[in-house]
T-cell receptor
Framework: EAGVTQFPSHSVIEKGQTVTLRCDPISGHDNLYWYRRVMGKEIKFLLHFVKESKQDESGMPNNRFLAERTGGTYSTLKVQPAELEDSGVYFC???????????FGPGTRLTVT | KNQVEQSPQSLIILEGKNCTLQCNYTVSPFSNLRWYKQDTGRGPVSLTIMTFSENTKSNGRYTATLDADTKQSSLHITASQLSDSASYICVVSGGSYIPTFGRGTSLIVHP
């Protein structure tokens, strides 16, 4: 069984540019989560999808971040325009019914210069 | 404010030795506590999950304990191996399922 995959593994962009991160959850997992770890800090929750619906987006930092999950399969997280403080590692996780049994992807390291 | 504090921040031990990592939390109400292992460049991988009624859980050489009264947990690693070198993260979920993460303990096992 394939695990959670994320693309790209690393992205370097300039301030003001746009970046789109992609997450493919484990097949059959309805729950998909985005998290972010800023350097030196703990991992923090961004948002939660159940199938294609946003269940909770209370962790999204501001309206420069847009997450979508079309068709309830893969998800994208777009940052537009990127700011320096957006740098960090963005993790995606998925789970079946038991939401605390989450499987994490390897993360996308975003560097904004 | 929900918080998870881990100690020590980093730890260096010799291969074959045991070690214990600590986690204190203020998350309330409490739902479950998880320990994750995160290798460099990879995502966190679950080691143990404990609910309120469980006070110990093992996964191979990893044993987690939970004291819900004092809001403390520990992760004990027995007979450490070089492959145990990683970051160990304590994660606590409360009334909402949104988890609160600790900053992790960085463990280095030397031969």
């Amino acid at each position: 069984e394939a695990g959670v995959t994320q693309f790209p593994s690393h992205s370097v962009i300039e301030k003001g540019q746009t970046v789109t991160l992609r997450c493919d959850p484990i097949s059959g997992h309805d729950n998909l989560y985005w998290y972010r770890r800023v350097m030196g800090k703990e991992i923090k929750f961004l948002l939660h999808f159940v199938k294609e619906s946003k269940q909770d987006e209370s962790g999204m930092p501001n309206n420069r971040f847009l997450a979508e999950r079309t068709g309830g399969t893969y998800s994208t997280l777009k940052v537009q325009p990127a700011e320096l403080e957006d740098s960090g590692v963005y993790f995606c996780a998925s789970s079946q019914a038991r939401v605390w049994e989450q499987y994490f992807g390897p993360g996308t390291r975003l560097t904004v210069t | 404010k929900n918080q998870v504090e881990q100690s020590p921040q980093s730890l260096i031990i010799l291969e074959g030795k045991n070690c214990t990592l600590q986690c204190n939390y203020t998350v309330s109400p409490f739902s479950n506590l998880r320990w994750y292992k995160q290798d460099t460049g990879r995502g966190p991988v679950s080691l143990t999950i404990m609910t309120f009624s469980e006070n110990t859980k093992s996964n191979g050489r990893y044993t987690a304990t939970l004291d819900a009264d004092t809001k403390q947990s520990s992760l004990h690693i027995t007979a450490s191996q070089l492959s145990d070198s990683a970051s160990y993260i304590c994660v606590v979920s409360g009334g909402s399922y949104i988890p609160t993460f600790g900053r992790g303990t960085s463990l280095i096992v030397h031969p």
